[in-house]
């Protein structure tokens, strides 16, 4: 199977098994069958949600075609462990819960990796541990040379938290989005995944935000679970692929 293929199982319960027969005329397949099919092929299920499945589609593409513009063999992650780069620390507690609910694995930083960051740059508010909580210092080399510190080959997935300024002609965004784009360069260079997590709410400011992102080529969501949930889809379906070769 060379291309994912990603499956709404529509007839799960016994109710959706009436609603199959309404529609189509025809008996839904037996769920033992369906269980047998996802184990022994690398068919992703999505939840019964078009959300999820238009999700799913999203960073899958996104992936695939970014391999295929360099003339790349696709490769797709062998891990979990997740850095979390924000500038908020409430919303790090928020995102260690959603991410390691969801079977995420964020390392904590100790010993040689937290004294490189340490001598990198010492924070007065924040944190370095992961989450990577640096407020005030997005827009400077600082941001830049603590996030490359903390990405390695141990890291699997990188999310950041972003946002719009008010002012994205002035020298801060400007220094801020390079640091973006720098960050997103260097994680790829590594084949691991880069996300922006760019909330959604009505501003003029954050829409043009949006476009330059999608623009440059980041994979942005509007929500932490959903980038989550995303990846995960993608890990399954590597695994899958790779027990599949191995037997």
């Known amino acids: 199977m060379r291309k994912p293929v990603l499956f709404i199982n529509g007839g799960k319960t016994e109710r959706g098994q009436t609603a199959v027969l309404t529609h189509t005329g025809s008996v839904g397949t037996s769920q033992k069958i369906w269980k047998a099919i996802f184990k022994q092929t690398p068919i992703i299920e999505v939840s019964n949600s078009l959300d999820d499945l238009i999700d799913r589609s999203y960073v899958f593409s996104k992936v695939i075609n970014s391999y ?24 790090g507690i928020i995102a260690t819960n959603t991410l390691t609910e969801l079977g995420l694995e964020m390392p904590y930083f100790t010993g040689a990796t937290l004294e490189k960051l ?17 407020p005030w210092i997005a827009s400077s080399k600082e941001f830049l040379a603590l996030s490359k510190a903390a990405i390695s080959e141990d890291i699997d997935l990188v999310i950041l938290e972003a946002d719009a300024w008010n ?11 390079s640091n973006l784009l720098q960050i997103k360069q260097l994680v790829e260079s590594l084949d691991k995944i880069v996300m922006i997590v760019l909330h959604e709410y009505p501003d003029s400011n954050r829409n043009a935000f949006y476009d330059m992102l999608v623009k440059d080529g980041f994979i942005v969501f509007t929500d932490l679970k959903r980038a989550g949930k995303s990846y995960l889809a993608l890990y399954e379906y590597g695994i899958k692929r790779s027990n599949l070769v191995k037997d």
């Not at 295929?68 to 409430?90: A, F, M, N, R």
């Not at 924070?123 to 990577?132: D, H, R």
């Open 68 to 91: 295929k513009d360099q003339g790349k063999e696709v490769q797709y992650p062998k891990g979990k462990k997740t850095l979390v780069i924000l500038w908020s620390g409430g919303f």
């Open 118 to 134: 340490r001598k990198v740059h010492p924070l007065k508010i924040g944190s370095l541990n992961n989450p990577l909580d640096l």
């Open 167 to 177: 002012n994205m002609e002035g020298k801060s965004f400007r220094g801020y989005y």
